[in-house]
């Protein structure tokens, strides 16, 4: 009998009340039958294929044979019994007081921290943290995010246009003040959000879950990229620096004002029209302020490449993003908007590009090179496109073009534009 009981053993909490339902065996022995008929007291023929026992009479059994109930029995042979309602209820509890809590975080009116939340509450995500005993990364997620430059400063400012709120234009004083030339590296953010300097190593669980966050916020759909150089982008989108050695920035004659290293490494090279890696550590430790008042800035190092083949010291200043900008990217461009310089951008023609574009012109007030639905058209005549890929993006600076994208559904790589590229960096 005791195999079956351990099998279907009753539910932990049923000692606060009568034991329900029964234990049932399928094709007894005759020894089986003969124990169940003495528990029970009721006849039960050989042909039977099917014994069913009341709990209460079997509890009722051991009580009066050995001196124990039934509760008593099993948790000798097998352990402990769960409470399982009392378990589920309990999980339940934790998973909405860790919801509540991360709801009332500053970033909770804005959509992506919503739906952030909505969707690791709908995949199993948060149960898996609560079982695990780490619901309390959830809380540490809300404070990372809190505290990320790129984060909050579009949080601040959309509160600070919201006349129904009170502290409009008073600042953030919880916000935690950025290390010199903006550089927030991963471990002084862990420091800021949990005390610990290793909380947003790479493989982490809370790194993941503020990764989810970041992708969620850039429109991904929550989608974490595998890659480290992707991971590197989110954090870089959000202010935060994984690595400011790997956050580079490629250049072409880009002279540059000033007596540093840095600076004579970039005359040299603009002198030779050689291409020029800076990194992120070399502009935040010895800024550079460029010394062209004109700067083109294209997507893919082909067009790079191609000037510096063909204009070699002749061309514009060119600055390569090599995809999405990085934080080098953006504190070189920014560094020389500040001194006077003027911005003409370019990406590829797809949904990331017009992004990227968009970002730049609100972000340095950059001017859209080539960039416009005309442009397009006529590229598009010039060769076979992949067909566009992802969520749309609009173009704001000349919304036709996002209309003709749309319409065709065919991208344009800048690649094709080449010869127009050339003839504008050489005519600068």
């Excluded at 989810?212 to 935060?240: C, F």
């Excluded at 000037?307 to 200043?317: H, I, K, N, V």
């Amino acid at each position: 009998m005791d195999p079956a009981a351990r099998r279907r053993p009753p539910q932990a909490g049923a000692h606060r009340g009568p034991l329900d339902g029964d234990i049932g065996l399928a094709r007894p022995g005759e020894a089986e039958r003969r124990t169940v008929i003495g528990i029970t007291g009721r006849y039960r023929p050989e042909t039977a294929q099917r014994l069913a026992v009341p709990l209460r009479d079997l509890d009722a059994y051991l009580h009066d044979r050995y001196g124990t109930g039934l509760l008593t029995t099993l948790g000798r042979l097998n352990g402990p019994l769960r409470d399982r309602p009392a378990e589920r209820a309990d999980e339940d509890a934790r998973r909405e007081q860790a919801l509540t809590s991360a709801h009332s975080s500053r970033l909770a009116g804005q959509a992506w921290f919503a739906a952030w939340l909505e969707r690791i509450a709908a995949d199993g995500t948060l149960t898996r943290l609560v079982r695990r005993g780490d619901a309390h990364l959830l809380g540490a997620a809300v404070r990372v995010l809190e505290r990320l430059p790129g984060v909050l400063d579009r949080v601040s400012a959309d509160l600070d246009r919201d006349p129904r709120n009170p502290a409009r234009g008073q600042g953030d004083p919880d916000r935690a003040p950025v290390p010199p030339a903006g550089v927030l590296p991963l471990p002084v953010l862990a420091e800021w959000a949990t005390g610990d300097t290793k909380a947003l190593v790479p493989g982490t669980p809370l790194e993941q879950l503020v990764l989810r966050a970041l992708a969620q916020r850039g429109g991904s759909s929550s989608v974490v990229p595998r890659d480290r150089a992707g991971r590197r982008i989110l954090w870089e989108s959000a202010g935060a620096i994984a690595d400011d050695l790997a956050s580079q920035v490629l250049v072409l004659n880009m002279g540059a004002q000033g007596s540093s290293v840095v600076c004579d490494w970039l005359r040299d090279a603009a002198g030779l029209g050689i291409p020029f890696r800076l990194t992120l550590h070399q502009l935040a430790t010895d800024p550079v302020v460029p010394a062209a008042r004109t700067i083109f800035v294209c997507e893919n190092p082909a067009v790079l490449r191609a000037a510096a083949g063909e204009l070699e010291d002749t061309s514009a200043a060119l600055v390569c993003t090599e995809g999405v900008p990085s934080a080098a990217c953006h504190k070189l461009l920014g560094d020389a908007v500040r001194a006077g310089a003027r911005l003409h951008w370019r990406a590829d023609f797809d949904w990331a590009g017009l992004r990227i574009t968009a970002g730049a012109v609100a972000r340095h007030g950059a001017r859209p090179w080539r960039m416009t639905a005309a442009d397009y058209t006529a590229a598009l005549s010039e060769g076979e496109s992949t067909p566009l890929e992802g969520p749309p993006a609009a173009s704001p600076w000349d919304p036709e073009l996002a209309r003709a994208m749309a319409e065709s559904g065919s991208t344009v790589m800048e690649e094709r534009l080449l010869p127009a590229l050339l003839s504008d960096l050489t005519r600068t």
